[in-house]
């Protein structure tokens, strides 16, 4: 049941995202250093905590919405040797972290 509870939670979120988390519409921005990269997400992430209304079942605080943007959303490098903010909110979804964060 727990795991149908979170693929259910999974899918609504991602499915509402592209219209109402900011991250997903810079995925495609690069930065020139981590730093840049991290203080956007950490902007974006300031700006979505309305997620704490959508998804009550999910998030009990605005400090549990961030701390999952932030993990879901983590600066990486790529080849062209800039950062890029990712969707890794799948994977954070199913995570052991998130699993226990939720109990």
Known sequence: ????????AAEAFILTSPAHANHVLHLDDPF?????CEVERNALSNDDDFLIDLFPD??????E??????RAFPCEL???GNWYITDHRVEV??????ARRNH
């Open 1 to 8: 049941m727990t795991k149908f509870l979170i693929a259910a």
């Open 32 to 36: 020139a250093s981590r730093g840049a």
């Open 58 to 63: 999910l998030f009990s605080s605005e400090g």
């Open 65 to 70: 919405v961030r701390s999952f943007l932030n």
């Open 78 to 80: 790529r080849a062209d």
């Open 93 to 98: 979804l199913g995570s052991d972290w998130f």
